[in-house]
């Protein structure tokens, strides 16, 4: 008996849990946050509040000593605790790319030089400045090597110099031809031999303490991207375009063996301290270890989830660091192939950066295949929060005009919404068929749109958390969809150069079809204006004109027809931009000018020069205007953002911090804050009331 009912218990028991399983929805379970991003605010630019990021990596090197790990950025030099991980300085110094670095044999010493000549010297264990080793005459540094037990400095320098340096007195003591040399040059561990690649596609091996070409050559059928000495300075090793590494002997330059295999022709391998093992960064996220006597593989390390393309072994050969292109850093133990520590903040470029409307949080997305959105304090630099719980890649991110909730919407054909000051998840929308590819926010809030690369727009309500209609379109390739400034009409942007006008109340499509005349969209160059009444687009090469891109072509939104031809610029169009009332256009083009057009009636306004800018071979960049209108922001190729009066093109103030080209500025609505995304892989922002207005209109 009591079995018999201990059996009936224990049967209803199970059925209850199953019962309960079913009716109550699972909760989904997001990943856990394995480390907080470390992003030291030092060294920031005149005017920045905060930078996110510290730059995609350049080059590695470890200290003789195995103690600091120097990782050259494209925004400085970090040293790195090479048994901790930790941040240990950061030695800005330079205004342009840094070429290369060395340790002095003690470690106590880190030489840095640039692409500008300059040579600068840091005291390891502080990060304290040293000195400057400057010349008369100036090219850029190829490569750096101390010899003398640290007391001289050797640099070799485009346009075939060879510079002694005596670091103790800071002076040059003597100055050697070694041959022209335009691309790459390398220096033995010794620093006896440098080894130089120029235009022809020869490699020569040069003695440096007397700059004689030695007798034998080494050449390519293909351009060498990298080489380098091993650590016993017997082998050289040259990575070739053609996805092979060649390995030779140094005293004979006798060809020894090749490997080739499928990788990125731009990473850069490294030798264990030993000489036998050469470990080769992949572009299929792996690190592969070779036999350097045989050629054969040994082994090889997974982990990073973008390609690899540097690595460098420390010098007791027990721990590689590698870095992908995406971020983070990683340290391996070898012997294990585990993770020892992860440094993160360094990638190539953030994919998306947004800024909240109030101009206080920075939502992030660091790469393509990222399912990751990160917010940032933009007054502060600190890092808040990963919004985890997409399956697949971030495609769009948009917050709310108030700026409390952020939308994202992903490949795996949902869109979630997630409250910005806790960082919470509120809600997952789905419904779509297709991946998410753009999404947007109603003017007052309430509603959002969302879309697929396929056509269809579905309207959701935000407060009430359901779907509103489907709007169906018959044309594939949706680019992006916007609401109009009352909230009643929604534009969509296809790739095929088309706009159509939907009514959000009854979700029909209106009759007006703007057809712009442009083959394909380009972002850059094709833009409806924010009162929803013009769309511009550049056009395409016309007959008889050997610039391709010289016109802009302006269309009704109401008729849809095209009203006028903006013409005056006399090379290629780079980037256009409405003023937020859409009552004018500006333009930048590769003459390095900037012409501002009046919308109603097709004519040019102003002209804004930049050819008296200090940096002649720097081209224009993208141009944009502030919240009200009275700001137009351009930004230059090479980093400067320069900040005109638009009424006036007077040029108010120059904004120096990124160290390659700006890919989107953004400004808060009350205008106070300024955030620029660059390629270096830093977004920097600024507080534009803090820079003063240039002086006589003179950078």
Known sequence: MKKTLFFTVLVLAIASIIVVITIVPRQEQPEIETFTPENPQWHLPEGVKARIGKGAVKMMQYSPDGNVLAVVSSIGVWLYDAHSGETKSFLPGHSTQITDIAFTPDSQTLASGNSEGSIQLWDVPTGNHKQSLIKERMWSISSLAFIDNGQTLVSAADYHTLDFWDVTTDTLEKSLTHGYSRYNTVFSPDGKILASESHDRILRLWDVPTGEQRKYVIEHENTVSSFLFSPDGKTLVTVVYDNS??????????????????????????????????????????????DVTTGTLKKTITGHTSPVKIVAFSPDGKTLASWSE?????????????????????????????????????????????????????????????????????????????????????????????????????????????????????????????????????????????????????????????????????????????????????????????????????????????????????????????????????????????????????????????????SRLASSANERTIRMWDVTTGEQKQTFELQDLPNQIDSVGDVAFNSDGSILVCSMRKGPIYLWDASTAERKKILIGHADQIVSMLFSTDNRTFASQSKDGTVLVWDISSIPEVTDDKP
Do not use: C
């Not at 140094?250 to 990125?264: S, Y």
């Not at 304090?377 to 495609?395: D, M, P, R, S």
């Not at 359901?466 to 969809?481: D, Q």
């Not at 395409?540 to 013409?567: D, F």
């Open 326 to 582: 995406h971020g983070p850093l990683h340290l391996w133990d070898i012997a294990t192939g585990k993770q020892k520590h992860t440094m993160s903040g360094h990638t190539t470029e953030f994919t998306t950066v947004s800024l909240s409307p109030d101009g206080k949080t920075l939502a992030i997305q660091k790469g393509k295949e990222d399912k990751t959105i990160h917010l940032w304090n933009a007054a502060t630099g600190e890092y808040q929060k990963a919004l985890i719980g997409h399956k697949k890649e971030v495609t769009d991110v948009t917050f709310s005009p108030d700026g409390t909730i952020l939308a994202t919407a992903s490949a795996d054909k949902t869109v979630r919404l997630w409250d910005v000051s806790m960082g919470e998840h509120k809600k997952t929308v789905k419904g779509h068929r297709k991946p998410v590819s753009t999404i947007a926010f109603s003017p007052d809030g309430k509603i959002l749109a969302s879309g697929g690369l396929f056509g269809t727009i579905r309207l959701w309500d935000v407060l009430l958390e359901k779907r509103k209609r489907v709007l169906k379109a018959h044309t594939a390739g949706l680019y992006k969809i916007a609401f109009s400034p009352d909230g009643k009409t929604l534009v969509s942007q296809y790739w095929n150069g088309t706009f159509h006008l939907w009514d959000v109340a009854t979700g029909k499509q209106k009759k007006t079809t703007i057809i712009s005349g442009a083959e394909t969209i380009n972002k850059d160059l094709s833009k409806l204006s924010p009162d929803f009444q013009t769309v511009a687009t550049v056009l395409p090469k016309l007959k008889g004109i050997s610039r391709p891109y010289l016109q802009i072509g302006l269309w009704n939104v109401a008729t849809g027809e095209q009203e006028h031809t903006l013409i005056g610029h006399t090379d290629n169009i780079l980037f256009i931009s409405f003023s937020p009332d859409g």
């Open 245 to 290: 590494i060649h390995f030779w002997d140094v005293a004979t330059l006798k060809h020894n063996h090749t490997i080739r295999e499928d990788w990125n022709w731009d990473s850069k391998p490294a030798f264990s301290p030993d000489g036998t093992i050469l470990a080769r960064p992949n572009k299929d996220n792996t690190i592969r270890f070779w």
